[in-house]
């Protein structure tokens, strides 16, 4: 059974190298490592083409020009061959057991559109190691639910807790299901959005061990809009347009009969409620600078 993992770069070539040996040492062997090349400027277009040399099960493919960030992953879903599918970073690792194990839950439970593990997060600021569980109230409730509308709630409750919890978009997938839910608009927190439509798609299931590991860079909304291409106002609307573009592709599943009136209701409930607790996050955190700024540091 062939599982694809997707590897977006740009200019990767100091880091990649790592996580390219970590896909090709899974103990599943029917693996294809698909690698998206941005039209890097430094040497990853040298590297990746050694490494390809080396093994046939890696796949590359250069951009001509910069596509952004989003299309480029895009790109990597669309030309996968695997009926199983994972994003990765250019500096993330897998454990040699992760493809196997995801794939034993994928047959043991043939609803599921995705698998999730835990991750460890290197902050990439203070160099300290995180990682939490995601403890779920029972068997075939809250992400592992059949209902849709239960599903999107959990999942915005687990976004505004801590990001360390669950990583939505660094699971196993069904590719073909996955794929066919482009395009994908380029904004900020879209990230989130589409974590929202995984959650409308399908039920997902989550391994409480530490089977991959990830470096976490926390960026200014600002610089994130930046990176992403759009205006920088829309970083700073970032809630707004995330809940926005989520209620948008909720209306477009009771348009065609996927969800009923009262699921799209308790979305809208659970996103209203994820837009009100961000919105307080964000007026303590001013309230604490604010304070800071008056009495001074400790």
Not at 82 to 92: A, K, L, P, S, V
Not at 151 to 174: F, H, K, T, W
Not at 208 to 218: C, F, K, M, T
Not at 262 to 277: D, H, M, P, T
Request: overall charge positive.
């Amino acid at each position: 059974m062939l599982v694809s993992i997707g590897l977006p770069v740009y200019n990767g070539a100091d880091v990649m190298e790592g996580v390219v040996r970590s896909v090709l040492a899974q103990q599943h062997g029917d693996m294809e490592l698909v690698i998206t090349d941005n039209a890097s400027t430094d040497s990853t277009e040298e590297l990746c083409r050694g490494l390809a040399a080396e093994d046939s099960r890696i796949s590359y493919f250069r951009q001509p020009e910069n596509l952004g960030m989003l299309r480029n992953f895009d790109f990597a879903i669309q030309n996968a061959k695997g009926e199983f599918f994972r994003w990765i970073g250019d500096d993330d690792r897998l454990d040699p057991t992760y493809s196997t194990k995801c794939l034993d839950a994928f047959a043991a439970d043939p609803r599921l559109l995705m698998v999730t593990t835990q991750i460890s997060y290197t902050d990439t600021r203070d160099g300290i190691v995180r990682t939490e569980r995601y403890e779920e109230a029972a068997p075939g409730s809250g992400l592992n639910s059949d209902d849709p509308a239960e599903r999107v709630a959990e999942l915005s409750r687990l976004l505004n807790e801590s990001y360390l919890i669950i990583d939505p978009l660094y699971g196993m997938v069904r590719r073909a299901q996955v794929a066919a839910m482009s395009p994908r608009r380029n904004m900020p927190r879209e990230d989130q959005v589409f974590a929202a439509r995984l959650a409308m798609g399908g039920p997902w299931e989550h391994i409480n061990e530490v089977l991959a590991s990830r470096h976490w860079d926390i960026k200014h909304r600002g610089k994130l809009a930046r990176r992403l291409g759009v205006p920088t106002w829309k970083g700073y609307c970032s809630t707004l347009l995330q809940c926005r573009e989520t209620l948008y592709w909720a209306r477009a599943q009771v348009a065609d009969g996927t969800l009923t009136s009262e699921q799209y209701r308790q979305i809208r409930g659970a996103v209203g409620g994820l837009y009100v607790r961000r919105h307080r996050q964000t007026a303590a955190r001013r309230v604490r600078k604010v304070a800071k700024m008056a009495f001074g540091r400790s």
